[in-house]
């Protein structure tokens, strides 16, 4: 299979589907650069090898057309920063004005497409738009994991037009060769982490690591749903009463596989949902009734270090608590440095989905651990053992 190591790129046009959907505020200034950040190596393999770059992506979710707030345009002057190329802009993706910058497009130059989502067709997996897109290069490569779970026009149906030109580019290899480490090459004691605000998002992932995994840590919003499920008084924690049979199913299919099930013993509980709240530590079966759980407590970090510190493999999604209010951050920063530790000790750990990533980021480990993912959605579908589109796309 053809490859971004063996590919001859000269001469050649490059299309890129990348992954430059990041925030910006309300002066357009990019305020996580993580996504064009990790580009940046797969763009410079093509211009080193004498290839030109043309970069598609998507930016939030335009409802009708072009939107100021929704341009592309606005990540120009960083991009050239750091690719070191004065990046060309097209104001649109498959107009006259990208046909003729991308038909005088010379090796070594880069040009940045539009938003691929002020059109319709991009989700919708439009093949007459993909065909439109395909006509501007000579070489289809997917480097978007964060979109590679989407079968829209840009990721999934373009490649038919390039049989024998396409390929992944570095973020797409890396991801799936880690997460594969994590799935198939697994050194055990293997330890997922699971937090988040509800179990309804995580039911797939739990059924699929459940015969993969030695010990099961549930955290975050999650935990209360099971608790309660249990027969706890959980206050006015958040619960979803609809998946208690759902909770218990899981408490005794990992009972059954002989995998160690850690939920919290106890929690910090507030009186209100805001960081000033007055908060104590409750046993987390008996909360007060007007008081809700926003963190796991002391003993439960205890515990779940000392089971993060003895694993070999990690995998790590979701937060603990409501991290972004710094009182009910402690169990997620503990966590976060208990998988850093693990990690110095030889332990192979994989981080991914959004709140876990910032989390990560925001106490500063991101080097401290073994690989940190850039597609949420796209790595909890691989792990739950579904098909990506934008992977299929590329090697059938």
Not at 154 to 180: C, H, Q, R, W
Request: proline share 3%; hydrophobic share 40%; charged share 25%.
């Amino acid at each position: 299979m053809k490859n971004i190591d063996n590919y001859n790129f000269n001469d050649k046009k490059v299309l890129v589907r990348v992954d430059f959907n990041v925030p910006l505020n309300e002066k357009f200034e990019i305020t996580d650069t993580t996504r064009i950040d990790a580009a940046i190596p797969t763009i410079k393999k093509i211009l080193s090898g004498g290839g030109s770059v043309i970069l598609m992506s998507h930016l939030g979710r335009p409802k009708q057309g072009p939107e100021e707030k929704f341009s592309l345009k606005h990540i120009v002057p960083y991009l050239s920063k750091q690719i070191g190329v004065s990046v060309k802009f097209a104001d649109d993706c498959i107009g006259d004005s990208a046909k003729k910058m991308a038909a005088g497009l010379q090796g070594g130059e880069v040009l940045l497409l539009e938003n691929l989502r002020f059109y319709k067709e991009e989700a919708k997996g439009d093949e007459a738009f993909a065909k439109k897109l395909a006509s501007l290069g000579d070489v289809y490569m997917n480097d978007a994991f964060g979109t590679a779970h989407r079968a829209h026009a840009s990721t999934a149906v373009i490649a038919k037009f390039f049989p024998e030109d396409k390929m992944f580019g570095y973020i797409m290899e890396n991801e799936l060769k880690n997460i594969d480490k994590v799935l198939h090459e697994t050194k055990r004691p293997f330890t997922a982490i699971l937090g988040g605000a509800k179990v309804s998002g995580k039911i797939e992932i739990v059924n699929n690591l459940m015969n993969k995994v030695d010990n099961l840590i549930i955290g975050g919003g999650m935990m209360f749903t099971f608790i309660h499920a249990m027969g706890g008084s959980v206050g006015k924690s958040l619960i979803e009463d609809e998946l208690f049979e759902v909770a218990l199913h899981i408490v005794e299919g990992a009972k059954q596989m002989g995998v160690n099930l850690y939920l919290p013993v106890d929690t910090i509980i507030a009186d209100k949902f805001e960081n000033d709240a007055n908060k104590k530590v409750s046993d987390v079966k008996t909360i007060p009734e007007d008081w809700m759980g926003l963190d796991i407590g002391p003993e439960s970090i205890k515990k779940f270090t000392e089971v993060i510190e003895n694993s070999s493999t990690i995998l790590w999604n979701g937060p603990m608590g409501v991290f972004e209010m710094d009182n009910f951050a402690n169990g997620t920063k503990a966590i976060a440095e208990a998988v850093a530790r693990a990690t110095e000790k030889g332990a192979f750990s994989l981080i991914g989905g959004g709140d876990s990533v910032a989390a990560i980021n925001k106490y500063g480990l991101k080097d401290k651990v073994s690989y940190v993912s850039t597609g949420g959605g796209a790595m909890l579908e691989y792990i739950e053992g579904k098909e990506l589109p934008g992977v299929k796309a590329i090697i059938g």
